[in-house]
């Protein structure tokens, strides 16, 4: 499903030498959706904020991951805590839309748990929507059409008026 989209994918997670929050790129301005179109945050902000608009809760195959856990490593902002590659790393609830999302609690890495992963910009395809200037362009030339034709109409009446 996920290789469709022709896009790539990170891992928002801290290891020893880089934060989730350098690991995704940082600070960006586009929303963070999941699959299925649902709003998760606004933004970089949005997302390192603690408040998410709604649970990182959404599997790669589509269905809804109730009550699991993914590999962090992070605080809450984003910054490296108990990171990956220790023997103890720190996981996130996929159920929570507070801060627990990043940082719900420490566990052996001996255990396996996700990964949450988040992809470069995707363009979802839909109806085109004519730009500010496609729009004048066309009411422009409407106009034209019009005049002309009662230009050419009142020549054909003045025309018939002489015969």
């Known amino acids: 499903m996920l290789a469709a989209l022709g896009t790539t994918w990170t891992a928002i997670a801290s290891t020893a030498a880089v934060s989730a ?8 301005s586009e929303n963070v959706y999941l699959l299925d179109g649902t709003l998760v945050a606004a933004g970089s902000s ?20 109730d009550a699991f856990w993914a590999w962090t490593g992070s605080y809450p902002n ?6 990956l590659g220790s023997s103890a790393a ?3 609830d996929t159920e929570a839309a507070n801060y627990q999302w990043a940082n719900r609690g420490n566990y052996s890495t001996t255990n396996s748990l996700s990964l949450y992963g988040i992809s470069a910009n995707l363009t979802v395809p ?27 109409r009142t020549r054909r009446a003045r025309s018939n008026l002489r015969s």
């Open 21 to 28: 929050f350098d690991n995704i790129g940082g600070a960006f």
């Open 78 to 83: 984003g910054t490296k805590f108990i990171t």
């Open 126 to 152: 839909g109806e085109s929507i004519p730009e500010p200037g496609t729009l004048v362009t066309m009411i422009g030339g409407a106009v034209l059409l019009g005049l002309a034709e009662r230009i050419r």
């Open 90 to 92: 720190i996981a996130g």
């Open 46 to 65: 949005g997302l390192w904020s603690s408040s998410l608009s709604h649970a990182i809760n959404l599997e790669q195959t589509g269905i809804n991951g």
